[in-house]
């Protein structure tokens, strides 16, 4: 169980790699990008999102299933499921260090 002060796909890794290359200083950068992305692509959904952490290989994988429409108003989708890897190092409990595997 996992609170999010966000949507729980953009706490993946790939989500936080964008904000960390972007900086504090460029946090309301990431998040018009952010928006902007939801209004693209409103003709997708997101579904189950899941978020795994093995302690024993150091690993955090994010699993967030995804239904994109082609061309809005028509029927036609695309489904998968994204993953994104990053080795974890635990800092302090609250606070882990994350590298986004190539």
């Known amino acids: 169980l996992c609170y999010s002060s966000t949507q729980s796909f953009r706490s993946s890794p790939f989500f936080l790699a964008i904000r960390s290359f ?3 200083d460029n946090k309301q950068i990431a998040e018009s990008a952010f928006d902007i ?4 692509t409103t003709a997708s959904r ?8 093995d302690k024993n ?3 955090l994988v994010s699993e967030y299933e995804v239904s ?3 061309l809005p108003g028509l029927p036609v ?7 994104t890897s990053a080795e974890m190092s635990v800092i302090r409990p ?3 260090e994350l590298e986004v595997k190539g």
Not at 37 to 40: G, I, L
Not at 46 to 53: E, M, P, Y
């Open 77 to 83: 989708q695309v489904k998968g499921t994204v993953i």
């Open 57 to 59: 290989n150091n690993e």
């Open 46 to 53: 997101v579904g189950k999102v899941r978020q795994i952490i």
């Open 68 to 70: 994109v429409g082609l």
């Open 37 to 40: 992305h939801d209004a693209a």
């Open 94 to 96: 609250e606070s882990w």
């Open 22 to 24: 972007l900086g504090d």
